[in-house]
């Protein structure tokens, strides 16, 4: 009986090497995408809003650090990720979002991230308008902010 838990134990200490080196080995491949895990940070992101009133869907493109006015709200994203087309998408992007009231007096309704592949989940949910996030990009065709 002891030799046999001697060559189990024997046998599983040289299947965990074995294992070990396996995944050692796997992990300095160089098949594996240099960017692996890491995020691009864009230069403009991409947003379609709905106007509840009239229907209306629009995408509208917004440079980091600009602020655009839809309806009575401004959105300004601060950044902008994704990932690299290799890998799962994953485009987030923190932003805020300002309200325009009817005395022109500006009032901070939304600020945090908004998440593309997860539209329902910080969405900005006004009254009339409702705002999400559809992508980020590096280049845009509306002229970027003087």
Not at 14 to 40: H, M, N, W
Not at 47 to 58: E, V
Not at 112 to 121: C, E, K, N, T, Y
Request: proline residues 5%; glycine residues 4%; contains cysteine.
């Amino acid at each position: 009986m002891r030799a046999l838990n001697h060559s189990f134990t024997v046998a599983a200490v040289a299947c965990c090497a074995f294992l070990s080196a396996t995944i050692a080995a796997s992990s300095q491949s160089t098949d594996a995408p240099a960017t692996e895990g890491q995020r691009i940070e864009n230069r403009v992101a991409v947003f379609s809003g709905i106007d509840k009133i009239t229907g209306r869907i629009i995408t509208f493109d917004v440079y980091v650090d600009e602020t655009v006015q839809f309806g009575a709200l401004q959105v300004t994203p601060r950044v902008c990720y994704s990932r690299p087309i290799t890998e799962k998408p994953k485009t987030t992007s923190f932003l805020e979002v300002d309200e325009i009231t009817l005395d022109r007096k500006i009032r901070r309704i939304f600020t945090g991230w908004m998440f593309a592949d997860s539209p329902g989940l910080n969405a900005i949910e006004h009254p009339v308008y409702d705002i999400w996030l559809k992508d980020c990009k590096m280049e845009s065709d509306v002229a970027p902010p003087s």
